[in-house]
């Protein structure tokens, strides 16, 4: 429960008021001695960006060049812990894509919390694994997450992608027919 709750948190508004929220939380439960919970936020904010860049890597004919370089982009932001470079993805549909980017922040919470993994750092993303207790694991459940919201997103552009081509030869055919 925990995990979900961090998860949506992090990623509904990435760097917002309620992403800060479960951040500053983590910091203060740091300075009482509590590295669970920092695992888990750290983890729900570096997988937006990750989502967003692996569906533009595995799903690339669904999104148009300059959404692939910010995709690429999105890699380096993740991995440092920059939650915002999944927003202009967030922006061009919020309400389908806020809860996909949720979910996949969620599930890599949850498997941190559930690894019993500690980060003793209040930010830094990768760059701070030599202090994280359970790294790999820690690696492994922000992966986890990121693909699985990685190929909903990417299916959802596939199905958005199809349902353009459907109606642009209904128009076609129309056209065709006047």
């Not at 982009?73 to 389908?96: Q, Y």
Request: proline residues 5%; positive net charge.
């Amino acid at each position: 429960l925990l995990g979900i709750i961090v998860g949506s948190m992090s990623a509904f508004d990435m760097g917002g008021p309620v992403n800060k929220a479960a951040y500053v939380t983590g910091t203060a439960l740091l300075g009482e001695g509590n590295y669970y919970f920092m695992a888990g936020v750290s983890a729900a904010c570096i997988t937006p960006p990750l989502i967003t860049a692996f569906a533009t890597l595995f799903f690339k004919k669904y999104f148009n060049q300059a959404e692939r370089n910010a995709g690429g982009v999105n890699f380096i932001l993740g991995s440092t812990h920059i939650t915002e470079g999944a927003i202009p993805f967030a922006a061009k549909n919020p309400i389908v894509v806020i809860p996909i980017l949720m979910i996949g922040s969620s599930v890599s919470a949850i498997l941190t919390y559930m690894m019993k993994i500690q980060v003793p750092a209040p930010h830094g993303g990768f760059l701070v694994l030599p202090v994280v207790t359970g790294a790999i694991q820690w690696i492994i459940a922000i992966l986890i997450g990121s693909l699985v919201g990685a190929f909903l997103y990417g299916f959802y552009k596939k199905r958005s992608y199809s349902k353009d081509q459907q109606s642009k030869g209904s128009e076609n055919d129309g056209q065709q027919i006047a």
